[in-house]
């Protein structure tokens, strides 16, 4: 109660004062002011919106204090004071009004409102007149009038005397705050607010302190931090520093004289030029010939966009303003400054000659411009005869000596600058080139080094080959299109006459090594230093480049750390940015060369590093302590480790040693005086200065070491701490709510953000997943949308599936990112389900529920999308997601056609979808931070009816009002609407092309037709430019509905032509289909058959092609049936009635009119057929073949749209057939196209129906395929072998696991591994199937369980994953040429059966042989696998020891060798001494997956303990001599080959040295390998730099030991080199593989010459192979020089030898001036072992005819196809000839054709094949063997002789040379039924002549032979017989 009173008291003497105050200060006669209680008011400041606090009470007027006083307190006294709460603000103490002290006290103190209060009065405050302010704490507001608002981005200049200049301020939340100069406002930013306020760029002046000039602005300060680069449309555009800690020390502390940013910006020019309606001015250009185009309109300027501004519409302005508009020259994105108020025009289309812009085609006045921006401002530069100078000249400006300077040009009389966007040496050498000075050392200089230029930027993002005369030879963007600004003028300098270096070249001096020294740069001819200001790493890696080392780890070091230079210094305040520097001198620096601030003392230099070193250059690591967070720090330089001296070694040091070593960067502990004992060797630096942020060390400024500073009892420790979070850990951070935030990853114990690269749905999903929210739906969030993060960015270009646990176990990959790329989510919150889910969409405001506003709903709101890019393609997502399907969804983007959407929120702008995904979600432009939207402009759809049942019309259709012309009408949801046309619009042949073709007709011709009366009119305009010949009208780009639309009475409108092709027929103008006027195809028109001689013949033949009964049809004249619209054929036709087309009669001309016209009636149908039946055509069995289906008595095909398993199912169940497995959809045409109609097609079954007509599917007739796209079925039937569909696992350590083998038409067959298609649904598929759990599936690598036999049922194979069977997967038509058994599929099946084991025990699974695979050991009863990075030969020695091998020898596998294992992984991180008895006694990390894979399984390999080899030992084998042949290679005690996969002639110089044979010319070849050998695959992708000792120490990238195999099937084999060649010496050059190639031979000085092929013959190829360890017959000689022309001597050959031997003699003879090497032999040998077929050996396949099929043809042991390039009929002919076929009417089948046999599998082997038609083998024939730019769609056919009927036989072989031909045909029926009855009549004498003698015992046969007089008896009994 006392302090009550105390307060009391204290009050009212406050009153009493006040009362004292206003009576003493009252003048005589004055009267004291009344006002009541709470009033307000503002004074002291330039108007009544702003100044210092007053407050009325008890007829006084009070200050307020400003404690607590903020931006809510300042709302509601606006609101008090009638003006605008928006934008209120507290004012400054800088004000002088404030600084005054006042003379009212104070009635408030600490007033605290919500900002909702309608009087200060309600809000809360310390009471009446309690306070403890000083007279200067008074505040003041300012206030914004009624109605006021700002958009973020906003800027406006305040306190300036005119428009152009004052303080800056910025919107920000509704209000406006002046700007910090925090040091880095300058020009760029001035230029980027003066461009935006539209004064243009040029000449804007940033004022440093534009208090001081303009007085302070008072309000509210932005802590700024803006980086401009002076081209951004606005400052929310640039880069921005958020965290600005200059804030405090500028505008903070400073707080009596903040440093806010002003700007003075250039006064507008303008032409003067009379506004009148369509006037052109020209504004802020520097001459009247160029500038900001600007368009005058009802009294008003107006500026035009830039969207499709090209050269024609630039044309039409400087013709339109009396400039020539040859040369005019386009500008954009506001070249001459930024326009004010209006933009009248976007998106011109002029085609040039127009007079007026006004006349080109836009979309309208003020239509389209909501979305544009005086950013994109359009301008012009036109040409100006005034000036004089040459198009394409250029000069150099600026520079001290003539060689040097920025870069400027000419074009239409103007003088321009070029941007250096991608602008490098080989542009530069092109400037220097046309200036006359050499290219060599030509240098670009970038960002306007020689100063600012000024007009236009003519060239842009050039790109030179470096050989033109000229810069505009060059390709780059278009002259004047640019997005530079003058600050990014480029320069270059030349290379001056006689000089001793070339400029930009670079030099290391006075180092340990020539990797290593102080960096040297020429100029002019001189050798110069580099200052170490701001030299950092970047810096020195563009100099290890540049002198061709690696560009990793290099280190910068300073202040002559490799001693002081002499001479000029060149370069200072160098800054690499790594991004596209080649030379040092292409790096940025403010200064010229030469000019700097240093000493020598500062030269800069670098170490590079070198393969050779033991350590990289800047590694890390602690020695000497108690763990491994602590020791002393030793740092690698050059190879080898020192420490670091302790001198200024603080916590900012200590934090980034630690974070480089990955700990925890905070709280790390710096220590000094050797605390961890001294070190030895070199002391690298005797100081560090860190920030602290550094990511290395060495990143850090230090200096060198010196002795008399430094020793080793000041070495540098630290102690580093663990972050505590664990791998994989995520949160989300800067969000308001817990759901959404920045995502943050825990790698290495320590949080780092995430880049937004392909970061996507699935991404999120796993995120939000594992934070325990919803994963689906969750939205992305782009550009730092919850502010930049820190430190490490963890990961880069995520590829996540969606289904993993962690982020960490995504694909990943490099990516460029930076924090402002970094990547936020929204997940779906718990509390949002029950109303919304993240991604929802509706339709409001609509007339039915299929159209409406789209609305969106995020974290459980909905808020409208901004129709900014909205177009068809976003509305077909929209409608398929909502359930209407994607057909038929239209777009309404124009205001007023549905009611304004009520939601005030935007969620989203700028949608860009592409159609076909399934949410808007995974469209681009779906940030919901892009919302800003104009009022109305909400983005809208129509969908199709989900029925259309009841309405006129089926939304999408079109119409015409006559048959085959008139206006054109398209269907919305039931009602007919017209489609504008006009000047201007792009209705034309194109759109009414697609109309006609949608209405069945070929296309047509657009017309604009003038209408009135309609009710609807519903697109402005409608584009089909471009569309294909299946489009739909509404399926073309389009204005979207548009309410209100006025065509000015122009409608489009068609004219169509007749659908048809040459020879068909059709019936018309009858009410019957079997009767009618006869039309005829010709010329795809349709005409009608002249009556004249037109008979009964002629009406059967048309009425059996039609399908009805030829017999009895009846030919009517005179036109009978009435004339149609077509016109009359002067053709007729005479035919014989057998005919089975009309186009098979001969034909004959009459002139008709149309009055004369044929007609039919055609009987009844065939009746061989009833509707519904179905058959199986072209198959080899009857359960098989190509589907036909009858409807009304036709037999017709079935399209393969759609076919699949459960229409086969359909079709076998209709046909009766038992059901012995899974029906097989055969899909294109592989049961032959068929000669019939087309009947069904989009054929729909769910398996259940009774026949195919019952299933869903087109209208019979209607389709859209061609003669390749026949529907065919398999049916299983009872005598297969195996279950068609059955699968099984083959080949596998158990009977869960293996190769993957399906049951196709009773044959076991595999699949192909293909890498686009097989995946991991396809295995959860096969699981399934075999009752495994799916989720258990696991994939392995192609061919993992060796190579399968028999066929390879399936090639391309695309599951979803949810099939029971794998028949019902689709399947591709592609057969590719990469299947093989060598790639065939398998899986891994995880069963859930429990192993039984001893603890500790060891195993190796997986490999070829028992002393070789992946570890496997026993914990807990159970086998698991072993995950280790260090990995090596003690850990592998402790294995083998523990299985009872020998030590010596073990090899130790890493991850990749030995294909992964399931299960668990029980042990991680192992490490063994050796001399371990288990391997559980070596130390590790313990188990579990969370740092592992099976990927990173281990595997070792024992030595065999009578190994047939040593470890690493190389041979070769099936060669002539040892030093050629295929190479094997010894692991592990035993031989095995090595795959082909990247094998080369590096790989083979190693494998030469080891063996001792020359290195130098040694080639890599490939050699077969069919997959049977018993000799394992043990290598694949050697990869040798040709230097290492053995192959073992190349590192492979993959290998494949055992069963893995090789994906291609080829060996990899080497052909050593050699010095010099000795008689008889003879080798084959330039082949494919070892016996394949030119033929050299040892001649005249012991070189390798060519032998000539002029008299060379198959007996020559047969010694020579046989003299070359091949087989004596076979040798085949091809066409002179298919291996490429020889070099040295040219020799004729001649043998001493009787026949073929290895040791045959040869003689040569020197025939070099007689015969060139365009004639060298060119040989290919027989492969050795056993083939399975014979070389130039040719067969036809693909067909079921003898003498036609597809081309195949041996090589190499196998069979392979032929391309069709330069194939002719004269190699079809000796084709046949070679396979003793007629050849008459030999003809070359193409692949693309329509009677083409397929396309083949396994190699392409011949391509160019050029036959003259009189070889007698393919070989023969000029060709190019194994290199060919074709797929087997290519493959080409022949056809020997045309066959009337197919017989049984499919393939015929044809051997080369001398061999027999084998030619296998089925004996007609009728000739076996004869010899089977002479074979009966044979037997019946026989019986009867036994019965005759019966009576005896028996009789002799006595049989003598004539030659040999040897007795032969042969007694018969009744027994034996």
Known sequence: SKSRSSANMKSLLLLCAAFLWSACSAQSGDELTVCSDMDAMLTGGENAREGRVELCYQNLWWSVCDDLWGAEESRVLCRQLGFSADGARPLRYTLSYLRTPNTSPFLLDDVQCTGEEESLLNCSHAGLMNHDCYPSEQVGTLCEPEGFSCEDGDLRLVKGETEYEGIVEICESNQFWSICNDDSWDSREAQVVCSRLGFGREDAIATENAAEVFGPAGGPIQAGGYQCSGLEGSLTSCLRYTTNPFYFLFCDLLFFNPREGGVLCKPPNTTNVTCDNGVIRLANGRLPSEGRVELCYNGEWGTVCEDDWGEEDASVVCRQIGYGSEGSVIALASSFGEGAKYIFLNRLLCEGNETSLLDCPSDGLGDGVFFCDHSEDAGVVCPDPASQCEDGAVWLVGGETPNEGRVEMCFGNHTGTVCHDDFHTKEASVVCRQLGYPTEGSIPIHRAYFGEGVGVIFLDDLECAGNETGLVECQHRGLGVTNCGHNRDVGVICQAENASCSNGDIVLRDGTGPHSGRVEVCFNGRWGTVCDDNWDSYDAAVVCAQLNYSSENAVAVYSSYFGEGTGPIFLDDVGCSLENETILVECFRPNDPGVSNCEHSEDAGVFCSIPSQSCYNGELR???????????????????????????????????????????????????????????????????????????????????????????????????????????EVRLVGGQIPSEGRVELCVDEVFGTVCDDSFDSADATIVCRQLGYHGDPSVVLPRAFFGQGTGLIALQALHCLGNESTLLDCPTQDSSCYHWEDVSVLCQSENATAICRNGDLRLTDGSAAFEGNVEICFNGNWGTICRYNWDQNDARVVCNHLGYGRDGALAVAWPGYFPAAQNSLVFLSGVQCSGTEESLLECEGTDPSLNYCPTNADAGVVCKAPNSTGLSCESGGVRLSERSSGIVEVCVNGQWGLVCAGPYLPWGDDEAGVVCRQLGFVGGVGLEVATSGYANTFFRYIDCKGMDNSSLLLDCPNSGLRPNLDCNRLAAAATCKLLCDDGDARLVNAVDANEGTVEVCMGEEWRMMCDVAW???????????????????????????????????????????????????????????????????????????????????????????????????????????????????????????????????????????????????????????????QCRANDPGYHDCNSYNHAGVYCPFVESTCANGDIRLVGGESESEGRVEVCLKGAWGTVCHDRFKWGLEDARVVCNQLSYPPQGAALVPPGAYGPGEGPINFYHLTCHGSEQRLLQCTESPFVSFRCNHGVDAGVVCINNQVEVCVEGVVRLVGGATGNQGRVEVCRGNHFGTVCSEEWGSAEAQVVCSQLSYSTDGAVAVKAGFFRPGVGSIEMRNVSCVGTETSLLNCAHSGTGNQECSHLDDVGVICQLPKGECSHGEVRMVDGLDGYSGRVQVCVGGAWGTVCAVGWD?????????????????????????????????????????????????????????????????????????????????????????????????????????????????????NYVCAALGYAKQGGFVLSSAVFGEGRGAVYQLTTRCPEPSPSCMFDYKDISMDCGHESDVSLLCPVPGKQNCTLGDVRLAGSDSASRGRLEVCLYGQWGTVCDDAWSNQGAKVVCKQLKLPTEDARAVYGDSEDSFGPGAGPILLDDVKCAGDEEHVLSCPLSIAAHDCTHKEDVGVVCEEVSEPTAANTVTGRAGNSEMTVTIVVPVVVVIVLLLLVVVVIAVIVLFVRRAKRSDGFNFNLMSKKSDVDAEVSLSDKNL
């Not at 057998?1138 to 065939?1166: M, T």
């Open 1545 to 1661: 002639s590096a790989d083979a110089a190693v494998v030469c040295r080891s063996i001792g044979a020359e290195p130098t010319g040694a080639r890599g070849t490939s050699i077969p390998n069919d997959g049977t050998s018993s000799v394992p695959v043990f290598l694949e992708g050697v990869s040798c730099n040709g230097t290492e000792e053995a192959l073992i120490d190349c590192l492979p990238s993959s290998v494949s030991p055992g069963a893995l195999g090789c994906p291609t099937l080829q060996d990899a084999g080497a052909i050593c080199g050699e010095i010099a060649c000795g008689k008889p010496g003879m080798r084959l050059e330039g082949g494919v593989n070892s016996y394949s190639g030119r033929l050299a031979v040892c001649g005249e000085g012991l070189e390798y010459g060519s032998v000539c092929g002029k008299d060379f013959s198959s007996k020559d190829a």
């Open 1095 to 1253: 008979d009964n013949r002629d009406a059967s033949v048309l009425c059996f092609s039609l399908g009805y009964q030829g017999k009895g049809a009846v030919a009517v004249r005179g036109s009978f049936f009435g004339p149609s619209e077509a016109g009359v054929s002067t053709q007729g036709f005479n035919c014989s009635g057998d005919e089975l087309h009309l186009s098979n009669c001969p034909a004959s001309f009459y002139n008709c009119s149309a009055s004369a016209v044929a007609g039919v009636i055609c009987p009844v149908l065939f009746g061989e057929c009833n509707t519904s039946e179905v058959r199986l055509v072209g198959g080899a069995h009857v359960y098989e073949g190509r589907v036909e289906v009858c409807i009304n008595g036709h037999w017709g095909s079935v399209c393969d749209d759609r076919w699949d398993f459960y229409d086969a199912m359909v079709i076998c169940r209709q046909l009766g057939y038992t059901q012995n497995g899974d029906p097989y959809a055969v899909n294109f045409g592989r049961y032959g196209s068929g000669y019939g109609t087309i009947l069904l097609d989009e054929v729909s079954c769910t398996g259940n129906e009774s026949n195919i007509l």
């Open 622 to 728: 602690l020695v000497d302590g108690s763990t491994d967070l602590e020791g002393r720090l030793e740092i690698c330089v050059d190879g080898s480790w020192s420490t670091v001296c302790d001198n200024l070694w603080s916590q900012d040091d200590a934090a980034v040693a630690c974070r480089q070593l990955g700990f925890a960067a905070t709280d790390a502990a710096p220590l000094s005086g050797a605390f961890f004992g001294p070190g030895t060797g070199d002391i690298f630096a005797d100081s560090f200065s860190c920030y602290g942020k550094e990511q290395k060390l060495l990143d850090c400024f230090h200096r060198r070491a010196h002795t008399e500073a430094c020793r080793h009892t000041q070495d540098a420790g630290v102690i580093c701490k663990k972050t505590p979070c664990e791998p994989g």
